[in-house]
């Protein structure tokens, strides 16, 4: 018999224990007890009237950062939270994501193909508005196991132990980022933290006493800038920009999994209504190439991932299934011109305003795996800047490239104390 049917769990609904407005949440798990390391958020959502959460994130864009706590001992983490969110929610199955997440997530990925050879969703998904008054349709499901990988490993949290555990929200500010518009007023709803409570004594301490040591992969972030280059052109029309940075941020650590993302710098160059992935997706730029340095020896060889097909091979083979929308990834569907009127959209979500879809092009990621520990890490950035008359000039602008690293770390217990290292 589980603990479940013994009637031995409880799950307990806990209110926040602080709640500032739009700003910041906290939530406080009872001393000197013990709950199973599924926690998850309910509740998750904003009150507005006929705006829709970001495409990319659902209501996860409201998570900027996210902190697990016992006292002032940091457990787990994770920075820019909203922007990796966004990128994980394409590794579900396309059928999850269309049939499941899009309700409770509350974000638009995951696609079907319709008759007419048009990408769309036919099944009643439901919508990702926010609402003038709560309902769920506003409301979203955040399991803290994407936030917090460490509780993929731990199974069971001894508070008698960890006597001072706290689960640490701060809230997105910026409305475009969280609705499809800028200068949407937000109105966060309070949140609820579910936390599966073992009631029985004898329960708790088995628990506890076959709770050892745990490895996991923490994700830690870094960023480095790709200045403008608006005046590219003249006699040729393009000029090729190359920038190499030094990512002292991941030193002693010993690094897997690498995802990049990469966004404008000023978030005024996404228009005014967002009908991309918008600032949580990730912008396809032209002949653009990156080549990583690792401890003195390059990662890949040549100008390194330097063609789209090796680039979407690379990201599938490091994160298995990842979920795109056709053309999505890519700059351009066939070759249309994104800044003048469009002729193919067969296979794409249709043309807008005469002009390829916004989704095209808005869902780049880059992702690979490194392996081994960071003692210096370098990366060579290219593309290739295009004479552009446009506002935004979507290949010129400066941008902002968001790094994050799955870096391994150790729990490590010794009798009723504990500490968490890098390996």
Known sequence: MSLYSSGNVRSDLIDPHVNLQNRRVEFHLNADTGYYSNLRIVNLGATVAGKTFSKAAGVYALVRHAYLYDGK????????????????????????NVSLNRKIVQHDIGFQLKS??????LLGNGSNDGTSALSEQAEGILDLRKLFPILNGLVYLDTSMMKNLKVVIEWETDSKVIWDEAGVAINIIAPILVADEVMDEGSRNQLAKSQGGVAFNAIEHDAWNVPANLLAGGADATEVKTQSNKIEGFNNKYVSR??????FSDKSKYPATVLSYGDLGSLAQHKEALAVRVNGMNLFSGDGIDHEGYKTKLLAMTYNTVNLEPYSNLEAVGIDDPNNNSVHDI????IVANKQNPKVGSANWIGFSIEDRIRDLNFTYKRTNVKDGNTPQKNNEALDIHIYCEVQKQFMKSGMDYEIRYV
Do not use: C, Q
């Open 347 to 350: 296979g794409t979500s249709g």
């Open 258 to 263: 690498v995802l990049i993302s990469k966004a």
């Open 116 to 121: 007419n050879k048009r990408v769309g969703v």
């Open 73 to 96: 001992k940091e457990i787990d983490s994770m920075r820019f939270a909203n922007r990796y969110l966004a990128f994980a929610n394409t590794l579900n199955s396309n059928d999850v």
